[in-house]
């Protein structure tokens, strides 16, 4: 079950409770029995454990380097222009 962090608007007390998903949200405060009781959303940790989460996890140091002169070359030969038109002879 998850746990929800609440906090009082009226007299700032705040705690932790497990609640299940279905379960409606608290919204009495038990310190001071206010009905200003919300929910405090704070970041989650969250933590990838297991091989391939890392750039270099899944590839040895030959095949990084070797993909990034491909990649070098790729883009130097996309934007070179074509040289058919200066071979080809003109037909008079």
Same mark, same amino acid.
């Given at each position: 079950?998850?746990?929800?962090?609440?906090?009082?608007?009226?007299?700032?007390?705040?705690?932790?409770?497990?609640?299940?998903?279905?379960?409606?949200?608290?919204?009495?405060?038990?310190?001071? =029995?206010?009905?200003?009781? #919300?929910?405090?959303? =704070?970041?989650?940790?969250?933590?990838? =454990?297991?091989?391939?989460?890392?750039?270099?996890?899944? #590839?040895?140091?030959?095949?990084?380097?070797?993909?990034?002169?491909?990649?070098?070359?790729?883009?130097?030969?996309?934007?070179?222009?074509?040289?058919?038109?200066?071979?080809?002879?003109?037909?008079?």
């Amino acid at each position: 079950m998850p746990t929800y962090s609440y906090r009082c608007a009226s007299c700032q007390h705040a705690f932790d409770q497990y609640q299940g998903f279905t379960d409606a949200s608290l919204t009495v405060c038990p310190a001071c =029995n206010e009905p200003m009781l #919300r929910k405090v959303f =704070n970041s989650i940790g969250v933590t990838f =454990n297991g091989s391939g989460f890392y750039r270099t996890d899944s #590839r040895s140091e030959a095949g990084a380097s070797k993909s990034s002169s491909t990649t070098s070359t790729t883009s130097t030969s996309a934007s070179a222009p074509a040289v058919a038109p200066s071979t080809a002879s003109p037909t008079t």
